[in-house]
């Protein structure tokens, strides 16, 4: 081969904006995916709620009358036509992408409630739930894995990854049905249904109650709200507890065991002095991902556990919904959680490339 036919010199690539380039391009790259995520979500839960039997239409025909089968069925066809579901599936579906192009919702097919204000009703009391079962499932986790770690191999460490074990295996109906019977029922210490009590006057300002008693000067909402918080908030975080003890735990056993934490103790820091300032700020990393991911199960999780509870937030509408079929209800709830699940796991990767500088220059 002579030099003549040697491969053309490649030509020079542009150079990639800045603004694509490094952690911000990364994260406007998985921001951009949003939207799809959703859109592909919002599709999934269009044909799954289709598929389940039963028609919203002949509840409604019955409207809780005797009538005839003459006059149910005549009903039953108006109602079917009046919702627009004697169209076919796929005009339906171009119906309902154009409503999501157009950020609509629709309306409720029982009472015509706007499926936005219905959302915006229920979604502060989801976002309450699942702070609070995370403040309690981080603080029981993170104590306990910390504490089997630096207690490796003794009657402590094995009694707390038995209890670990047991609370993460359990599923969240069970532990809530048995803390309604127990705390609820038994003793009588804890209300086991609703955000507030029925004779308690409350109109939302923000929905958020803590931040409504602190906007309206009413103390006296905050204690009922507690108290009605309680068990539904420790009956989904014991599950996520007992899984965090296990990474948490795993996580410092792998950084005690690295160069830096004996250099540390041979120049006589004390042991607490070496916990704090080396092993918890290197073994936060993978902790931190395992955090987040463990809101969205917690998002998921929620809705079991507003169901046994009967906690007023999204996923209780998202289960009266389906059973109801409810069509717009269910898809505006299943996109509520979803975009909350999505804004959470990009956040994290945001934070986690806050915490580690090695992931800046990607």
Request: hydrophobic content about 50%; charged content about 15%; aromatic content about 8%.
């Amino acid at each position: 081969m002579s030099a003549g036919t040697l491969a053309r010199p490649r030509p020079p690539r542009l150079p990639r904006p800045s603004w694509l380039s490094g952690a911000t391009g990364t994260f406007l790259r998985r921001l951009a995916v949003i939207p799809l995520v959703l859109f592909a979500l919002s599709s999934l839960v269009f044909v799954a709620i289709r598929l389940l039997p039963g028609s919203p239409a002949t509840s409604l025909a019955a409207g809780g009358n005797t009538a005839s089968a003459e006059q149910f069925n005549a009903n039953e066809e108006r109602v079917t036509k009046a919702l627009g579901l004697d169209q076919p599936l796929l005009a339906q579906y171009g119906h309902f992408l154009d409503d999501l192009l157009h950020l609509r919702l629709g309306t409720s097919f029982y009472g015509s409630n706007s499926v936005l204000g219905l959302l915006g009703d229920a979604l502060p009391a989801t976002v309450e739930l699942t702070l609070a079962a995370m403040a309690v499932a981080v603080l029981l986790g993170v104590v306990t894995g910390v504490v089997a770690a630096l207690r490796r191999g003794s009657w402590l460490d094995t009694s707390t990854r038995a209890v670990a074990t047991v609370s993460f295996s359990l599923p969240w109906f069970a532990l809530g049905v048995l803390s309604i019977v127990v705390f609820g029922v038994w003793l009588r210490w804890l209300p086991v249904l609703g955000r507030l009590p029925s004779t308690l006057d409350y109109q939302p300002t923000t929905g958020f109650v803590l931040l409504d008693a602190i906007l309206q000067n009413r103390p006296e909402l905050v204690w009922p709200w507690l108290q009605h918080l309680i068990l539904p908030a420790v009956t989904l975080a014991l599950s996520m507890a007992g899984f965090i003890t296990r990474i948490v735990r795993a996580s410092v056993l792998d950084v005690l065991g690295d160069d830096f934490v004996r250099t540390a103790r041979m120049k006589g820091l004390s042991e607490h002095a070496v916990v704090r300032r080396h092993v918890l700020r290197n073994a936060w990393l993978p902790i931190v991902i395992v955090l987040g991911l463990q809101f969205g199960s917690l998002l998921g999780g929620s809705v079991i556990t507003e169901t046994v509870f009967s906690y007023p937030g999204v996923g209780h509408l998202l289960v009266q919904g389906v059973l109801q079929r409810d069509y717009p209800v269910v898809q505006g709830a299943a996109l509520a959680i979803a975009l909350l699940f999505t804004l959470v796991n990009h956040a994290v990767d945001l934070l986690y490339t806050v915490l580690d500088p090695r992931l800046r220059k990607g």
